[in-house]
């Protein structure tokens, strides 16, 4: 949405029309959202990238291993299953699928979420408009980028902190660095 407002600043489109526009613009997703809702989603599925936030957060104690997940044809289970409109969300439901869960607080909690989002239409349809842009294929990398350790600071990071504020052309070897001849 961010980005139409600043196509319709730069287009001057009136505040009025804009409004429309984007009212008009979210009536359309809000109709494509309630025609999807608790359908099958047809789409392609790399396994391998959603499958990392499991990969990273698993503990093997409580995961389902590859041997039992094969033989109960976990990643056919998991497309069927999958009605998620965002990466994140995939992968969450993926681990989810893998997890053994012997809490019955935590299930009941769980359960409890299910129902909020079949019978409470407005609240989820909010939530998914404002969860769209997690759709993007590229918001797969977010769990690994939330969840892996940070890499260890290279040894000589601190010459980028003294160079930073110095433009390009300054640094030494640099061709314009050189003097005219």
Not at 47 to 66: G, M, N, Q, S
Request: a positive charge.
């Amino acid at each position: 949405m961010s980005l139409l407002r600043g196509l319709m600043d730069a287009f001057h489109v009136t505040s009025e029309a804009g409004g429309r526009f984007l009212r008009g613009l979210r009536r359309n997703r809000l109709a494509e959202l309630r025609e999807a809702w608790g359908k099958p989603v047809e789409r392609e599925r790399d396994l391998d990238l959603i499958r990392l936030y499991h990969d990273l957060v698993a503990r093997p104690e409580t995961t389902v291993d590859e041997t039992t997940w094969r033989d109960l044809a976990g990643d056919e289970v998991f497309a069927r299953l999958d009605r998620t409109r965002s990466q994140p969300g995939a992968q969450v439901l993926y681990h989810q699928l893998r997890t053994y869960l012997r809490d019955d607080e935590l299930l009941a909690e769980r359960a409890r979420q299910y129902r909020v989002f079949r019978q409470e239409a407005v609240w989820r349809e909010r939530l998914q408009l404002a969860l769209e842009p997690l759709a993007s294929r590229q918001a797969i990398w977010l769990a690994p980028l939330l969840v892996s350790p940070l890499p260890e600071r290279p040894r000589l990071a601190w010459r980028l902190y003294c160079l930073a504020p110095c433009p390009w052309p300054a640094w030494p070897g640099h061709p314009s660095s050189r003097p005219c001849s």
